[in-house]
């Protein structure tokens, strides 16, 4: 039981940690291609599809750094 609460705290923070990575990255690209004023999912989607898919391949990279099983492929799917 307190191995499997350990495990969905770990999860519930990398899930934290990546949305605050992917809105900084989102808002330093929005910012340096002008795109101020729009909000992160309006930047995600006005990007092209190579650059959204790198952003959700790198989910799965860091899942796999912290030892996290992630399912980012599933949804790129």
Known sequence: ???Q????QSSLTF????QEWLDTKLFITGKSRKMEGMGDEEIFK???ADERKALLVKKDDFAAKAGIENSVRAVMS
Do not use: F, G
């Open 15 to 18: 899930e934290n940690l990546w």
């Open 46 to 48: 006005s990007l092209p």
């Open 1 to 3: 039981m307190r191995k």
């Open 5 to 8: 609460k350990r495990h969905c």
